[in-house]
């Protein structure tokens, strides 16, 4: 069925101007304008509140090609302010696919734009930085739009995590066993009634499928509000803790980073950081961030050191500082290969280690999963030495 589409704008805040279409006949949505260079992953992408406040770019021409399934949404929310593609296909292909990307834009009444020539805006982008921007049906009067992205926040000093991080605890099962069961790391020490270990996973915006990977490896899962505080965490009695992705300025989260410092002085059991956890975990041990130019968002990052790297999933528009702020405890275990940021930490007295990319990679490439293999090891051995 051939659908409907209107004329539609993405106009950035350098006043960039640039033209496509949409299904959608009535838009106004501004946010940061961001760029992801993967060719897979467009489900967990636009469903990862990572990229709260965003508009999304695809770099790759075409997106919609395996369609929507049940299983890949990484949060129940949507929380993106757009996308941007060259195209979207109409026509999926795959044996989960339940419904096609067009019809799920317009469902969900996701803000979007195609048919622009997103080469030449993720040059822009690179040239001259992440920023504001709209998409709009309104192609021809600019000055009502201006004024919406002039009053549209900046990502430095936004405190997002408030909107997307659980109000309280829950205990996290998989609803869907036949989820996992297509992974070939699918793990055999997840039982029904038993659990090895007991995790707190505190939410800065957590991804499904980071929760989905402790539970492979026989864990049992607390979800915890971002705000929990060492109180919380100590009626909990449990084995670790897993500080999780999520959006914003790191360094905006005061409250949440003096909660983490009074954890790690009181708590000693094996810390896990991943992406926002690994900035918040660097933060409460002394180190600073800064906000990147254009951020890290595909699914092919190289990470490492020592003549030793991985191809990493990583989605982050802040990293943490390389300079004397960081602690001399602070080891450094990975660089991003690219760019020479940090991209991991490992504490030489304590069991905290944190990492600025996926390992749970959904999507991506899965070098990186030995880290929860080494999380599992490390609670082990805190059992023992206790």
Not at 301 to 327: C, R, W, Y
Not at 360 to 382: R, T, V
């Amino acid at each position: 069925m051939k659908r409907k589409h209107y004329p539609a704008m993405l106009l950035l805040e350098d006043g960039t101007k640039y033209y496509g279409r949409s299904f959608h006949n009535s838009i106004k949505s501004t946010g940061e304008v961001v760029f992801n260079t993967g060719i897979t992953g467009y489900q967990e992408i636009i469903t990862d509140p990572s990229y709260t406040d965003q508009i999304i770019t695809f770099t790759y021409p075409e997106i919609g090609n395996t369609g929507i399934n049940e299983e890949d949404n990484e949060a129940s929310t949507i929380y993106i302010k757009g996308i941007i593609t060259k195209n979207i296909s109409d026509k999926p292909s795959n044996w989960r696919h339940k419904t096609n990307l067009i019809d799920y834009l317009i469902q969900k009444k996701i803000p979007h734009i195609f048919g622009i020539d997103t080469r030449a805006l993720t040059k822009h982008l690179r040239s001259y930085g992440a920023m504001n921007g709209c998409i709009t049906d309104n192609v021809s009067d600019t000055e009502i739009i201006e004024k919406m992205i002039k009053t549209t926040s900046n990502m430095i000093g936004n405190k997002l995590v408030d909107k997307v991080t659980t109000k309280s605890l829950y205990s996290f099962l998989l609803t869907n066993k036949n989820s996992n069961t297509y992974s070939r790391l699918n793990q055999k020490t997840y039982f029904e009634n038993h659990y090895l270990f007991h995790i707190a996973v505190i939410d800065l915006g957590v991804k499904k499928n980071i929760l989905s990977r402790l539970i492979n490896y026989g864990c049992k899962i607390t979800v915890l509000p971002a705000n929990s505080n060492y109180t919380i965490i100590k009626k909990l009695q449990i084995d670790g803790i897993l500080l999780s992705n999520g959006p914003g300025d790191p360094s905006s989260m005061i409250d949440i980073i003096n909660n983490i410092k009074d954890i790690i002085n009181f708590c000693h059991i094996p810390i896990f950081g991943i992406c926002m956890g690994h900035q918040i975990l660097s933060l409460a041990l002394g180190a600073q961030t800064f906000k990147l130019k254009f951020g890290h968002r595909g699914l092919n990052h190289p990470t490492g050191m020592n003549q030793k790297a991985e191809i990493t999933s990583q989605n982050h528009g802040f990293a943490v500082k390389l300079d004397s702020s960081l602690d001399e405890k602070l080891a450094i275990s990975h660089f991003n290969l690219n760019d020479s940021t940090i991209a991991g930490i490992v504490h030489k007295n304590k069991p905290i280690f944190s990492v600025q990319y996926h390992p749970e990679a959904s999507p991506g490439p899965h070098d990186s999963e030995y880290l929860f293999n080494h999380f599992i090891y490390l609670i082990k051995q805190s059992k023992i030495d206790n």
